[in-house]
């Protein structure tokens, strides 16, 4: 198994430019989120999902959306890049019903200029 | 909504030795779930132990144990014999049990320097 995969590891922008952070993960887990982490503020989550079709808002979720059309496949937009989304983004799996272990990827360091 | 609070920024502890880092956290829930998450220069976050609320046996795993009060809300990390390795950002979590709540909180992070 691989895991959660997040591609890219990289990656800068320009402000106002649109990109999409890949999140993809092969141990048939229902749930899946999408965490910012910043210095000195832990990690942060910004959308989440419980299965395909469903999607919802965390903690910080203005300026991306989500959509989940796959059990394997979260991916994360970026519509409009702002400096203020300058961070380490993180994609993470859960079985959920009773293990809320969640399992990372690699995560995306993200820098908008 | 709950909240992860950890005090220490940064810690230091001497190779071999024994450190203890601190989480409280705030909720309304009786059920739950806590974690220490480690994430080493790598970035990757690893899970180093969980303990479900209503188990009154605090969780261990191998030289990482933890002490759980649940009245006070209080989640701590021991790492006896110290190794060079453990060296990174620790990570206390809260995640909570409501059905279709995949909401979890992460404390600012406590980083760990071990000495030689």
């Known amino acids: 198994n691989a895991g959660v995969t997040q591609t890219p590891k990289f990656q800068v922008l320009k402000t106002g430019q649109s990109m999409t952070l890949q999140c993809a993960q092969d141990?048939?887990?229902?749930?899946m989120s999408w965490y910012r982490q910043d210095p000195g503020m832990g990690l942060r989550l910004i959308h989440y999902?419980?299965?395909?079709?469903?999607?919802d808002q965390g903690e910080v979720p203005n300026g991306y959306n989500v959509s989940r059309s796959t059990t394997e496949d979260f991916p994360l937009r970026l519509l409009s890049a702002a400096p203020s989304q300058t961070s380490v983004y993180f994609c993470?799996?859960?079985?959920?019903?009773?293990?809320?272990?969640?399992?990372f990827g690699p995560g995306t360091r993200l820098t908008v200029t | 909504a709950q909240t992860v609070t950890q005090s220490q920024p940064e810690m230091s502890v001497q190779e071999a030795e024994t450190v203890t880092l601190s989480c409280t956290y705030d909720?309304?829930?009786?059920?739950?779930?806590l974690f220490w998450y480690k994430q080493p220069p790598s970035r990757q976050m690893i899970l180093v132990i969980r303990?479900?609320?209503?188990?009154?046996q605090n969780a261990t795993e191998n030289r990482f144990s933890v002490n759980f009060q649940k009245a006070a809300k209080s989640f701590s990390l021991k790492i006896s014999d110290s190794q060079l390795g453990d060296a990174a950002m620790y990570f206390c979590?809260?995640?909570?049990?409501?059905?279709?709540?995949?909401?979890?909180?992460f404390g600012a992070g406590t980083r760990l320097t071990v000495k030689p």
């Open positions: 993470a799996s859960s079985p959920g019903q009773d293990l809320y272990e969640q399992y």
């Open positions: 999902s419980v299965g395909a079709g469903i999607t």
């Open positions: 141990m048939n887990h229902e749930y």
């Open positions: 303990q479900e609320a209503y188990k009154q």
């Open positions: 979590a809260y995640s909570s049990l409501l059905f279709n709540n995949n909401d979890m909180r």
């Open positions: 909720t309304s829930e009786s059920d739950y779930y």
